[in-house]
Nanobody, 125 residues
């Protein structure tokens, strides 16, 4: 079983940048679909970006063009580079791994069986 730990969150002003990291341990996630989700208070958990084992990526509309998801399988790491941050990006950000097949789609958090503890991102206006 792989364990995931996020880091890199913080408080920034509008237009600032942050780079989130997700470190895996216990087992490599090189064969797993990975994703970043976020959840604001009182809101549902929503997809930010996904990255397949092949390196193919996909983004939610609000993140596309500003955020970049990447992975380094050799280091068992995943990253989310966030630029041009907006107050609407304020949320707890989670990394997730799908280590086995699922009946849910990639955009559904229920598709993922392994989660980090989350890291807070706050963007002030």
């Amino acid at each position: 079983q792989v364990q995931l730990v996020e880091s890199g969150g913080g408080s920034v002003q509008t237009g600032g940048s942050l780079r989130l990291s997700c470190a895996g341990s216990g087992r490599t996630f090189s064969d797993d679909t990975m994703a970043w989700f976020r959840q604001a208070p009182g809101k549902v958990r929503e997809l930010v970006a996904t990255i397949l084992r092949s390196g193919a990526t996909a983004y939610t509309d609000s993140a596309r063009g500003r955020f970049t998801i990447s992975r380094d399988n050799g280091k068992n790491m995943m990253y989310l580079q966030m630029n041009s941050l907006k107050p609407e990006d304020t949320a707890v950000y989670y990394c997730a791994a799908r280590t086995r097949s699922s009946t849910y789609m990639n955009y559904d958090p229920r598709s993922y069986d392994t989660w980090g503890q989350g890291t807070q991102v706050t963007v002030s206006s």
